[in-house]
């Protein structure tokens, strides 16, 4: 555990000071570095006296390159103080950041909490020109990309058994790391048809395995 610079990226700004979290086994006279985990493992982060938690949109992971990455974040208040409880596969580098982000097409719509909070977290960044464009259908590798950065999950790169995914493609990543995690599997002739607009019970296949992934469990409410 230790600090790490305060430079993360543009745009991004700090709120308290950035940690590196290692987990590592013992075997013998041996110690492995724990690199990635079949669970979430949740870190906490205290936050300095003080703090607005109105201004905190989202835990990062610092890549070593430098840039930053989403991961499930929840700020709760513990006695006096607040803090950041932050859920990763992985050893990473995190930090706390505040990154408010409204899109212009969005001001008048049903859903623009939910979709401006995502835009904050990163999660989703819009067809370009602050726009999101709420009703325009979504591809099956737009689906996959957000369900990606929406868990965190590391992005896993080079060639995925899909035919028609090259690695090149802005996709490419996203879709690799979906597989990875086993949240698709793609069709029966080998390809994932990345520009074919998914269907509502392909987005839910890809959500209950999500689900599986983070360990939740649904949790049905019989009608009165």
């Known amino acids: 555990l230790g600090p790490l610079d305060d430079d993360i990226g543009v745009g991004l700004e700090l709120v308290g000071q950035p940690w590196s979290f290692t987990v590592t086994a013992v075997h013998g006279d041996r110690i492995f570095e724990v690199e990635k985990f079949d669970a979430y493992v949740e870190r906490t982060i205290a936050l300095p006296d003080g703090i607005d938690p109105n201004k905190i949109t989202t835990g990062v992971v610092v890549e070593p390159d430098g840039s930053v990455r989403h991961v499930p974040t929840e700020v709760r208040r513990t006695g006096e103080r607040y803090e950041a409880r932050i859920n990763s596969l992985t050893n990473s580098a995190y930090a706390v950041v505040w990154h408010p982000l409204e899109f212009d097409d969005m001001t008048k719509h049903w859903a623009k909490d939910a979709v401006n909070d995502m835009g904050s977290r990163m999660v989703v960044d819009g067809t370009g020109n602050g726009l999101y464009r709420p009703d325009r259908e979504i591809t099956r590798a737009e689906f996959a990309a957000i369900v990606v950065r ?75």
């Open 150 to 224: 929406g868990l965190g999950l590391k992005p896993e790169n080079g060639a995925t058994p899909f035919s028609d995914v090259k690695p090149s493609e802005w996709y490419g990543s996203a879709v690799h790391t979906a597989y990875a995690y086993g949240l698709i599997s793609g069709l029966d002739d080998g390809t994932f048809r990345p520009n074919d607009k998914v269907t509502r019970e392909q987005a839910m296949l890809i959500l209950s395995k999500a689900m599986a992934l983070t360990g939740l469990k649904e949790k049905l409410t019989p009608s009165a």
